[in-house]
């Protein structure tokens, strides 16, 4: 079982910067895969970015690539989303996601078996 714990939602200003955490428990974290995905306001849940547990190649959704970026810690069982230049189509509720050893469709919500239970991220334009 893996417990995911997001931190570091809020406001921030269009074309600041913001970094989420998401702090996993369990001692296999490296063999986890990581995911962010987002939730807009009356949208549906959608994919944001994901790490690779293996290698810890990264995939990006477009609306995203360039501006934001994920990464991780092994040693503290973290992952993170950098979020640079966000603008206002980012807000959303912000969710981690944790699938063991997941090699493809990281960008699909049903190949996660964890999840946290969300940050809030509202960008002011």
């Known amino acids: 079982q893996v417990q995911l714990v997001e931190s570091g939602g809020g406001l921030v200003q269009a074309g600041g910067s913001l970094r989420l955490s998401c702090a996993a428990s369990?001692?296999?974290?490296?063999?986890?895969?990581m995911g962010w995905f987002r939730q807009p306001p009356g949208k549906e849940r959608e994919f944001v970015a994901a790490i690779r547990w293996s290698g810890g190649s990264t995939y990006y959704a477009e609306s995203v690539k360039g501006r934001f970026t994920i990464s991780r810690d092994n040693a503290k069982n973290t992952v993170y989303l950098q979020m640079n230049s966000p603008k206002a189509e980012d807000t959303a509720v912000y969710y981690c996601a944790a699938a063991f050893r997941l090699g493809s469709g990281m960008g699909r919500e049903v190949s996660y078996d964890y999840w946290g239970q969300g940050t809030q991220v509202t960008v002011s334009s």
């Open positions: 369990g001692r296999t974290f490296s063999s986890y895969t």
